[in-house]
């Protein structure tokens, strides 16, 4: 694809070489190659090579039926690829079970929350915590070997929920929390197992708007501590925000990757969101005026507002982007 | 009619063998459905293999510690034939395989090829010696009213109430622990529990095992006042032990036992009350095998009623079922 603003090659201090999709970064957490996932005709994910940064937050993003699930699946091992091979921290997780996964630190989210109903907001919780002495067989028979442990544990989680807001709910079960509060749930859940990577799939969706605000702190926080996070979003605000970097998926592929302010502004990108929505006029996208992806965003999410949770598309003008970057 | 008998018979179904030994089932049940969420169809199969596998052994000259031990061994090895290819799989799976294995053991013990080990259709007796042998209560008749046994029977009614006891205190200590923690979140929603790094596969075998094992205690204890036949251990019997389970609430300690006393009490009621009006002509028209199985065509009226009126079970908590899709 030709790409003029981009002819003098692009470098970035994540980036191994020239910036572009799939570039080899300086020091990847995740580094997979070919994997590719097909349901029936249709080929879901068909990524060549991708590496994620660690220690930084990277966004996913692209269209509806990009394939951004069916990849956190494939590399949590929560789905089978077709082809493909990747590791984790330089360890083959190919073909690992899910389980496994989780227990090497990189633990997910999903999309559709699963809040487990009929436990407590604090039972929720104290699942997440790894290593507990208390899960085995036998040593569950014996409250002395696993109080103290459970005590620390409730602890922490107690914490977790202050943060997330959730205190008050300690007791409830989870089934009685409104959706955006089972995401928060479900978020703080997988931080009780401390996890190096954390694939978070939409944690905004539904997500009371003020509410945004402090869990975008608290990702960032979670970078401060040396985690890292992958994160798929439509939020574009949250995108530019806090991302460090974006990996573009579009038709199962990784169509383009670059630091946030820059990636908006790749063609292909653009090609990838309009390509999606037909009906966008292209000649509004020529002027000057509002960044086009978040404009074909916000279109595509007028034309189906029933698919989308709230807290999608707030859009946001590049002027409104550079001043969050003014902040940093 | 007499009263006086109906009611005596009515109240000593509360101690009975018989009761304990469902409600041992329905316990077993219970780890399965209530707390891990398992679909188990077959809880039949397992107080079937319990039976067999005490008594074959028992006849053939083994102590009673093998045969309990041989009994729980094959409930044990059975829950993993089950387990092995189904746990992986929907939940579903399980429920299919359940139902289908319960019935085709219940046809292998009774095919004339095994007559020398199943007695076949007419199943197993005289397998009582081992167990009478440890009774420490001398020969005699105790206790008042409708409570008067002899000391056999007292003997496997306090060793059957003191394995409903130890089995309630188990699922107790197993359920109020993480390790229950993690079976009651499978039963919610087994990807996000795997998702938490927990070896759901394991978990769920573990539960198939111990409620099975129960099952098979049960099945011990349910053929110590009667003999071994296989017509007892068809789906009816998964069917009532099910029943039981959701009439006293499937997920909760003192649920299966209250369950299990209620069903035999309005069992042999009503057995007792149509019985002795079809002896005083007030029902005439009916035999007494109709009559018996009036009682059971009440039990379903009762279990629809119980679903629709009280489907958390007696000891159930309602909000906790009616979060439930
Ligand atoms: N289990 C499945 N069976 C068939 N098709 C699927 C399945 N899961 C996802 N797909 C298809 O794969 C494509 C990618 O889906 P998904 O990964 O959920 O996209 P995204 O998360 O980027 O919106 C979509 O076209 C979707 O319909
Ligand atoms: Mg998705």
């Not at chain 2, 009774?110 to 167990?131: E, M, P, Q």
């Not at chain 2, 000391?151 to 200590?173: C, K, M, N, P, Q």
């Amino acid at each position: 694809m030709s790409n003029i603003e981009t002819a003098a090659p692009q470098t970035h201090p994540l980036v191994k070489g020239e910036v572009g999709p799939g570039c080899a970064k300086t020091d990847p957490i995740v580094i997979a190659d070919s994997v590719t996932r097909q349901f029936g005709g249709l080929k879901a994910v068909d990524v060549a090579h991708l590496e994620i940064p660690r220690g930084k937050i990277t966004a996913l993003i692209g269209p509806n039926g990009a394939g951004k699930t069916t990849m956190f699946n494939l590399l949590t091992g929560f789905d089978k690829p077709n082809t493909g091979t990747w590791e984790f921290n330089g360890k083959s997780l190919a073909g690992v079970p899910a389980f496994k996964v989780a227990r090497a630190g990189m633990v997910r989210t999903f999309q559709l929350t699963k809040s487990l109903g009929r436990l407590s907001v604090l039972q929720n919780m104290l699942l997440g915590a790894t290593g507990q002495k208390g899960e085995g067989l036998f040593t569950s028979l014996i409250k002395p070997l696993w109080r103290a442990q459970e005590e620390e544990n409730t602890a922490r989680a107690d914490d977790l929920l202050a943060r997330f807001k959730l205190d008050a709910k300690r007791e409830d079960y989870a089934a009685s929390l409104s959706g955006g509060q089972r995401k928060l749930l479900e978020m703080a859940r997988a931080l009780m197992s401390k996890p190096e990577l954390i694939m978070l799939d939409e944690p905004m969706a539904g997500v009371n708007p003020a509410l945004t605000q402090s869990l975008l702190g608290h990702i960032k926080n979670l970078k401060e501590d040396g985690t890292s996070v992958l994160f798929v979003e439509h939020d574009m605000h949250m995108v530019m925000h806090i991302s460090d970097w974006v990996v573009v998926m579009a038709e199962g592929r990784v169509v383009a990757e670059g630091p946030p302010e820059n990636v908006m502004k790749d063609p292909a990108v653009i090609d990838a969101y309009l390509g999606a929505h037909h009906d966008t006029d292209l000649g509004d996208l020529m002027e000057d005026g509002p960044n086009p992806v978040i404009e074909a965003e916000r279109k595509a999410h007028e034309a189906h507002p029933e698919a989308e949770t709230a807290g999608y598309g707030v859009s946001t003008t590049p002027a409104a982007t550079d001043a969050d970057d003014e902040e940093k | 009619m007499d009263w006086g008998n109906i009611f005596g018979n009515a109240v000593g179904e509360i101690i009975s063998p018989t009761t304990a030994a469902y409600a041992l089932a329905a316990i077993g049940l219970g780890v399965h459905f209530g707390y891990t969420g398992l679909l188990n169809f077959g809880q039949a199969a397992f107080l079937l293999i319990g039976a067999y596998a005490f008594a074959i052994p028992t006849l053939a000259g083994a102590p009673i510690i093998v045969a309990v031990l041989c009994a729980i061994a094959c409930s044990v090895i059975f829950a993993f034939i089950l387990g092995i290819p189904t746990l992986r799989l929907r939940a579903d799976y399980l429920a299919i395989v359940t139902i289908a294995s319960a019935e085709v053991v219940r046809f292998i013990v009774t095919t004339t090829g095994l007559t020398d080990f199943t007695g076949a259709a007419n199943g197993l007796s005289g397998f009582k010696g081992t167990f009478a042998a440890i009774n420490p209560i001398p020969a005699g008749t105790y206790g008042f009213g409708p409570f008067t046994y002899n000391e056999y029977d007292w003997w496997v009614r306090i060793v059957g109430w003191t394995l409903v006891v130890l089995a309630s205190v188990l699922v107790w200590l197993l359920m109020r622990s993480p390790w229950g923690r993690v079976v009651k979140g499978i039963r919610e929603d087994e990807d996000a529990v795997r998702s938490l790094g927990k070896n759901v596969y394991s978990y769920k075998m573990q539960a198939l095992v111990i409620g099975g094992g129960l099952g098979s205690i049960a099945g011990i204890i349910f053929i110590l006042p009667r003999a071994v036949q296989p017509a007892n251990y068809t789906t009816g019997l998964t069917f009532f032990i099910w029943t039981i389970m959701l009439l006293g609430g499937a997920a909760t300690i003192f649920g299966p036992i209250i369950g299990s006393m209620i069903f035999w009490v309005v069992l042999s009621l009503t057995q007792g009350i149509l019985y002795g009006a079809i002896e005083s002509g007030a029902l005439g028209f009916l035999s007494t095998t109709q009559a018996g199985q009036i009682r059971f065509i009440l039990v379903g009226v009762a279990l629809m009623l119980l679903v629709i009126f009280r489907p958390q079970g007696i000891f159930g908590n309602k909000k906790e079922l009616s979060f439930s899709v």
